[in-house]
């Protein structure tokens, strides 16, 4: 139960986070172009390429502070860096047709998906 709230609580930093992130760069930005979620999406995985690095080859970050932070912090600011280090890992291990399905899925039906519950909505 202890790790679900750290979790939740990590999630909760990493949503207020990418709110504050996103908006600003979006005002920033005064363009019609998302660039809000473009920046929020690249740096939630150049945060956790970092701090999955630093835990697979320094040791570092192990258990709650790990789940806090890669699960409930970056969970929240973004899933887009959890799709991209799970693409990432397939390739890693030369899961080439896998990583690929994945990417493609992920968008492509992710996509569909979207339009598909626009569409039923408006039904």
Known sequence: MLTYTWIALGGAVGACLRYLLGTTVQRLAASGFPWGTFVVNLVGCVAFGLLAGLAEHRGLLAGTGRVFLLVGVLGGFTTFSSFGFETVQLLRG?????ATLNVAGQ?????AGLWIGFLLARA
Do not use: K, P
């Open 94 to 98: 030369g899961q080439m047709m896998a």
């Open 107 to 111: 968008v492509g039906l992710g996509i």
